[in-house]
């Protein structure tokens, strides 16, 4: 079992950046793909980035792409995700996990962007 622990949301205004972190309590060097995930209020969790291993390949939700960037360091067992030019929608709690998901879900990190 694997202790997550995101950080780094906020409030931000529409065109703003945040960058989330997300630690973990062991080594995920062997974990072949990361990812992260956001809920907004009233919908299901939805994987938003995925990163393989040695972070030579990223895919990302259509409507993430060209603003969002997922990157890991896999010395420092975590992983981050760049966002910018955000939008009202990107409102929501930010959550990260192997894709698929394997561990309990951390607490996660509320992101809010205001219009």
């Known amino acids: 079992q694997v202790q997550l622990q995101e950080s780094g949301g906020g409030l931000v205004q529409a065109g703003g950046s945040q960058r989330l972190s997300c630690a973990a309590s062991?080594?995920?060097?062997?974990?072949?793909?990361m990812g992260w995930y956001r809920q907004a209020p009233g919908t299901q969790r939805q994987l938003v980035a995925t990163?393989?291993?040695?972070?030579?390949?990223?895919n990302y939700v259509d409507s993430v792409k060209g603003r969002f960037t997922i990157s890991r360091d896999n010395a420092k067992n975590t992983v981050y995700l760049q966002m910018n030019s955000l939008k009202p929608e990107d409102t929501a709690v930010y959550y990260c996990n192997a894709s698929p998901s394997r561990w309990s879900w951390g607490q996660g990190t509320q992101v809010t962007v205001s219009s």
């Open positions: 990163i393989t291993t040695s972070g030579a390949y990223t």
């Open positions: 062991r080594s995920l060097g062997s974990i072949p793909i």
